[in-house]
C-alpha cells in the first residue's frame, strides 16, 4: 500500500492532495460485496470469502457449511492452506461487524488426485451462543449506525473522519477486560467499550464503511510490538489513522498521518495479514 506524503497540515479547510494511488475497488457479487481485501483475491479465495460469509448471516447458530463443489478453480492440495487463509482472513478483515468468528477456522475436503474437488468450512464460534450473537450483534449493529448518523451530519469528508476517530477516543478505554477475544473486535469497542488496537481498528473502519468512507484495518509492527491501525482513503491517497495511540497518548498525532511525517516512517512496517494470518 502506498499511503499520501502529507505536505504541511491536512485540515478541513485544505486537504491537500499529494502523490499516492488508488487501490480500492468495490464491486458486487450477489449480495456479497468485496471490499478492499476480498478484490485482492483468486476466484477460488472469493468463493471462500463468499462461503464464510454465508455463515455468518442469521440464523447464527450455523459455524460449519455444507461441501461446495470447487473442482472449477483447479486448486491443487499444495496450495490449499495459503488461498484458505486468505479468503477467511479477507472477508475478516473487509467484515468487521462479524465480530463472533474471530480468527480461528478449520475445514475438510476431498481430492482428484492433486486438485480439490470439495470443502467444507467451520469457522470457531468462541463459545458464543445463537442468541447471545443476536443479541448483542443487534445491539452492536444499532450503536454503529447512531454513530455513523452523527458522522453523516457534519459538513465535510474530514470532519466525519475526524467525528469517528474522536468518538472511539473519548468513549473506549484501552485494555482487556476479560479472557476472551472480545477485546480484538468490533464487540469489545462498541459493548464492552474496551478493547486492544485490533478492536479500535476494526471498529473505525466499519464506521466509516457505513458512513461511505473508504477504510481499511491493516497489521503490522512497531516499535511497540505487533500493532493494528487503519488506511483511510481521501482524494485517491491513503493516510494512516492509528485510533489505539491517539487514545492512549490523548494526541491527534496519529490522524491522517501521510508516508512523509515521521510518526510514519519511524515506527509502522505492515506485513500480509490475509496471507500469514492474524
Known amino acids: 500500500i502506498v499511503i499520501g506524503h ?3 497540515e491536512i485540515t478541513d479547510v485544505n486537504m491537500k492532495k499529494s502523490l499516492g494511488h488508488s487501490i480500492v475497488n468495490l ?6 460485496k468485496y471490499y478492499y481485501y476480498g478484490n485482492l483475491l483468486n476466484a477460488f479465495e472469493k468463493r471462500i470469502y463468499t462461503e464464510v460469509w454465508k455463515l455468518c448471516q442469521k440464523p447464527y447458530a450455523f459455524t460449519t457449511g455444507d461441501f461446495i463443489d470447487v473442482s472449477q478453480y483447479k486448486v491443487l492440495k499444495s496450495k490449499l492452506d495459503g488461498s484458505m ?3 477467511v482472513y479477507a472477508l475478516i478483515f473487509d467484515y468487521t461487524e462479524f465480530w463472533w468468528i474471530g480468527g480461528g477456522f478449520s475445514y475438510k475436503f476431498y481430492t482428484d488426485n ?3 474437488r470439495s470443502i467444507q468450512i467451520t469457522l470457531k464460534d468462541h463459545g458464543y451462543t445463537a442468541n447471545y450473537i443476536t443479541k448483542y450483534h443487534d445491539k452492536l449493529l444499532s450503536t454503529a449506525k447512531t454513530i455513523a448518523d452523527n458522522a453523516k451530519k457534519e459538513s465535510t469528508l474530514y470532519k466525519r473522519i475526524k ?14 477486560p476479560r479472557n476472551d477475544f472480545a477485546h480484538q473486535t468490533t464487540y469489545g469497542a462498541l459493548i464492552d467499550k474496551v478493547c486492544v488496537c485490533e478492536g479500535y481498528a476494526k471498529t473505525f473502519a466499519y464506521i466509516s464503511k457505513l458512513v461511505g468512507i473508504e477504510a481499511i484495518v491493516i497489521h503490522g509492527n512497531t516499535v511497540n510490538g505487533s500493532h493494528a491501525w487503519n488506511y483511510v482513503k ?3 491517497t491513503w493516510y494512516l489513522v492509528d485510533v489505539t495511540f491517539d487514545d492512549t497518548a490523548i494526541t491527534d498525532a496519529y490522524f491522517l498521518v501521510g508516508w512523509g511525517d515521521k510518526n510514519y516512517k519511524e515506527n509502522y512496517r505492515e506485513r500480509n495479514a490475509i496471507a500469514e494470518g492474524i
Not at 27 to 32: D, F, I
Not at 167 to 175: A, M, P, W
Request: charged share 30%; no cysteine; hydrophobic share 30%.
Open 234 to 236: 481521501i482524494d485517491n
Open 6 to 8: 502529507k505536505v504541511g
Open 27 to 32: 464491486a458486487a457479487s450477489g449480495t456479497v
Open 85 to 87: 487463509k486468505k479468503g
Open 114 to 116: 492433486d486438485y480439490i
Open 163 to 176: 467525528y469517528i476517530h474522536d468518538y472511539l477516543v473519548k468513549n473506549t478505554d484501552y485494555g482487556k
